[in-house]
Nanobody
Framework: QVQLVESGGGLVQAGGSLRLSCAVS????????MGWFRQAPGEEREFVASITWNGHSTYYADSVKGRFTVSRDNAKNTVYLQMNSLKPEDTAVYYCARKALMGSGYDYWGQGTQVTVST
């Protein structure tokens, strides 16, 4: 069974930074693209960023481009989300997810980590 565990969330002032980590169990981490999503209270979950299996390509939502950076360390089975210049509207629960090998969906999700950005 694949497990994803996020960490690194917390409370930060606007303009500050946080680095989220997502540790993934299993031997096949390096074969899968990974993604980050977020869900604010009363809102639908939205895509934030993704990274290909080898880290060579990354994709971002327009709302975070230039501020967030997704990366991965396949030797450590971990994917990261560096978040800079945080804004109050970035407040949400952040989830990492493993992209399915077939199709465009994500098949495994973490439990989420809360990020709160104060003014």
């Amino acid at each position: 069974q694949v497990q994803l565990v996020e960490s690194g969330g917390g409370l930060v002032q606007a303009g500050g930074s946080l680095r989220l980590s997502c540790a993934v169990s299993g031997r096949t981490f390096g074969s899968y693209a990974m993604g980050w999503f977020r869900q604010a209270p009363g809102e639908e979950r939205e895509f934030v960023a993704s990274i290909t299996w080898n880290g060579h390509s990354t994709y971002y939502a327009d709302s975070v481009k230039g501020r967030f950076t997704v990366s991965r360390d396949n030797a450590k089975n971990t994917v990261y989300l560096q978040m800079n210049s945080l804004k109050p509207e970035d407040t949400a629960v952040y989830y990492c997810a493993r992209k399915a090998l077939m199709g465009s969906g994500y098949d495994y999700w973490g439990q989420g980590t809360q990020v709160t950005v104060s003014t």
